[in-house]
C-alpha cells in the first residue's frame, strides 16, 4: 500500500451541532506510511462512524487501511467499494436505506423531526417505538424476520438458524459496492469474524483473499438475530462475539511502519452506574462491547515502548558482538523505533438512548448519530500538534477528544 503523503489542507470555520462556531484547522500530515481508519461494531450507531469519515473526507485525510467488524465491516465496503468522489454519496444511501422500515411506509420527514426534536421524554417513546419497529419487521435493505418464525426447538441448516434473513444485505451491498475495486484498490480491507465450530477469530483480509459480499455479512452476523455465513464449507459469526475492535489487528501488523490510526468506536467503557434495569441493560452492553479498547491500546503502548529501548541498547553492543551473538540477532529482530500515533473517536451516549440504541434505525437518529460523528472528527482535528508523530520513549501516543472535557 502506498504511504499516505503531505495533504495541503485549509482552514475552514464550521459549526458544531448547537450552532457554535469551531475551527477545523488544516496543517500538514506528516509522512504517515500507514493512515488506518478502526470501525467497532455497534448496529445503528454506526453512523457516527459515517460521520467521521465525512470529516477526514473534508479535511482530505484518506486512509489506505480500513479495518471493521460488524457494522463497521458494512461501513468499509461501502468507503473501499467506491472511488474517493462517490464514497461520501454511496455511505448516505446506504445509511438512508437501511433506517427505513422494511414494510411500512416511513413517518414523514417532517412528523419524525418534529417528534425527534421535541421534549425528550417524547423523543424517547419516539426511539423506543422505532426499536420494536426494527425487531417486528427489519429494516429495508438489511434484515426481515424469518416467516414462519424459528422455535427454539426447530432444527434448520446453520445459515438459516437465526431470526431474522438478511438476504436483502447481499443485495445492498451489490448495488453500492464494487468489489473489484476492494480487491484491487489502492485500500488494505480487514474485516474480523468468528470461526463458529472452532471458536477461532479470523480476518478476511484484501492482501490475501479476494474479497466478496459475503466476508463482510459474517462480519456482522451477529447471532441469534443473524445466521451465520458460510465461507469455503466454514460457518462465521459477528467478530464482536469475540472481540469487537480490529485495532489489535492493525497495531501488531508486519513489518512495522510509522502509523496514525483513527479508531473509532460506537461503545464506551465508562458510565454512570445503573439504577433500574433499563440502565442495567444499556450499561451491560456498553460494557461487553467496548471490547478491549483501552487494554489492547496500553498493552500495545507498553509493546513498543520495550521495543523501542531494545533498540537503543542494541546500538550500546559492539557490531561485531551483535552479528555473532545469538541472542543479539534475536533482539534485533524485535527491536523497532516506529511510531504509532492513535486518535481516539468515542461516541457518547445520549441520555434519550437506552439498550436499545444498537437496533434503533431511525431516520433521524441516524443523521443525529452521524452529526456526532463528523462534530468530534472536526473538534479532533482542530487540536494543535495532535496529528504530529510522537517523539516520546515509546514512540506511541494516543487522544481523546471527549478527555479534554473531563475535570482534572
Not at 46 to 52: D, E, H, K, L
Not at 89 to 108: D, Q
Not at 110 to 124: A, D, G, K, P
Not at 162 to 188: A, E, M, P, V
Amino acid at each position: 500500500m502506498k504511504a499516505h503523503g503531505p495533504v495541503d489542507r485549509r482552514i475552514k470555520d464550521t459549526a458544531d451541532l448547537h450552532g457554535a462556531a469551531i475551527s477545523t484547522t488544516r496543517t500538514q500530515l506528516p509522512s504517515y506510511e500507514t493512515v488506518a481508519l478502526v470501525l467497532q461494531g455497534g448496529g445503528a450507531l454506526g453512523a457516527y462512524q459515517a460521520g467521521v469519515f465525512e470529516g477526514l473526507h473534508e479535511a482530505n485525510i484518506h486512509p489506505n487501511w480500513i479495518a471493521g467488524i460488524s457494522i463497521g465491516a458494512l461501513n468499509t465496503a461501502i468507503i473501499a467499494g467506491n472511488p474517493p468522489e462517490s464514497r461520501l454519496g454511496k455511505l448516505r444511501e446506504f445509511w438512508e436505506t437501511i433506517c427505513r422500515p422494511a414494510y411500512s411506509p416511513p413517518v414523514p420527514s417532517s412528523v419524525e423531526n418534529m417528534l425527534f426534536n421535541s421534549h425528550e421524554y417524547l423523543r424517547r417513546s419516539f426511539t423506543n417505538f422505532q426499536a420494536m419497529g426494527a425487531i417486528v419487521q427489519g429494516q429495508d435493505g438489511f434484515f426481515v424476520p424469518r416467516l414462519p418464525p424459528l422455535f427454539p426447538w426447530a432444527e434448520r441448516r446453520p445459515e438459516q438458524a437465526s431470526l431474522y434473513d438478511t438476504s436483502q444485505l447481499k443485495s445492498t451491498l451489490l448495488r453500492l459496492c464494487d468489489f473489484d475495486r476492494i480487491n484491487d484498490g489502492d485500500i488494505h480491507v480487514s474485516v474480523g469474524a468468528v470461526n463458529v465450530a472452532t471458536g477461532n477469530f479470523a480476518y478476511f483480509d484484501n492482501t490475501k483473499t479476494r474479497l466478496g459480499p459475503e466476508h463482510f455479512m459474517a462480519s456482522g452476523a451477529l447471532p441469534p438475530a443473524f445466521a451465520p455465513v458460510e465461507i469455503d464449507g466454514e460457518y462465521f459469526w459477528d467478530g464482536g462475539v469475540v472481540s469487537n475492535t480490529p485495532l489489535h489487528e492493525v497495531l501488531r501488523a508486519t513489518p512495522q511502519k510509522d502509523s496514525l490510526i483513527f479508531q473509532v468506536d460506537l461503545w464506551t467503557a465508562q458510565g454512570l452506574v445503573p439504577k433500574d434495569l433499563n440502565e442495567v441493560a444499556a450499561r451491560l452492553k456498553d460494557i461487553q462491547y467496548s471490547s478491549r479498547t483501552r487494554f489492547v491500546t496500553d498493552m500495545m503502548h507498553r509493546n513498543q515502548l520495550f521495543r523501542n529501548m531494545l533498540k537503543h541498547v542494541l546500538e550500546t553492543v559492539p557490531e561485531d558482538v551483535r552479528k555473532d551473538n545469538r541472542w543479539c540477532r534475536e533482539a534485533q529482530s524485535l527491536a523497532c523505533s516506529k511510531r504509532y500515533n492513535i486518535l481516539h473517536l468515542i461516541y457518547k451516549v445520549k441520555t434519550y438512548e437506552e439498550h436499545y440504541k444498537d437496533y434503533q434505525f431511525g431516520v433521524s437518529t441516524m443523521r443525529d448519530h452521524w452529526a456526532n460523528g463528523l462534530n468530534d472528527v472536526r473538534k479532533t482535528l482542530a487540536q494543535d500538534r495532535w496529528l504530529d508523530m510522537p517523539v516520546n520513549d515509546a514512540g506511541f501516543v494516543t487522544h481523546d477528544i471527549h478527555r479534554l472535557d473531563r475535570p482534572a
